[in-house]
């Protein structure tokens, strides 16, 4: 029961409790990790992992999928960078979109946010890599993240 784990949070950890926002927040995630270290420039580094049931079909091309995923991230006020669909994760067919946001925080007002995600395909599902970083970690921050995505094993 993720409210009941959420309350949990909120009871031992308030203040991680208050970068995850809501229960609702950690419906489907696999894992969801903070950078501690980084809430000093007014915003929280932190990546989470997601998996989606395909229901049966099977995803071999990740390019039609990414055109809906940045109309959608427009909608919601990012401004998609970058969309690449010819990857390989852990010897699987992947997909990245970068894009760039607003996030308003208590400490220091508007902060710009980076992020990429790695959509990466399973056996039977679909992994999304999420992850967010400040304005600051700039190009290098999305080498971190390249590489990062670059460890991820598809095991089921």
């Known amino acids: 029961d993720i409210t ?6 909120e009871s031992s950890n308030p ?5 995850v926002g809501s229960a609702e927040n950690l419906q489907g995630a696999a894992l969801w990790a ?7 420039a007014g915003f929280t580094d932190n990546v989470n992992v997601r998996s989606f049931d395909l229901g049966g079909e ?4 990740l390019g039609p999928m990414l ?5 959608q991230y427009a909608q919601m006020g990012f401004d998609v960078q970058e969309r690449v669909d010819d ?22 007002g508007a902060v710009k946010a980076l992020g990429r995600q790695y959509i990466v395909v399973g056996n039977s599902n679909v992994w999304i890599l999420s992850y967010t970083v400040g304005d600051a970690a700039g190009d290098e921050g999305m080498a971190i993240i390249d590489q990062s995505a670059q460890t991820f094993q598809v095991t089921d």
């Open 15 to 19: 203040e991680l409790a208050q970068l």
């Open 58 to 61: 099977t995803v071999d091309d």
């Open 4 to 9: 009941a784990v959420f309350g949990e949070m």
């Open 87 to 108: 990857l390989q994760v852990g010897g699987r067919p992947a997909a990245r979109i970068t894009y760039d946001y607003t996030v308003n925080t208590a400490d220091l």
């Open 34 to 40: 903070f950078n501690m270290d980084s809430r000093t």
């Open 67 to 71: 055109d809906p995923l940045a109309e």
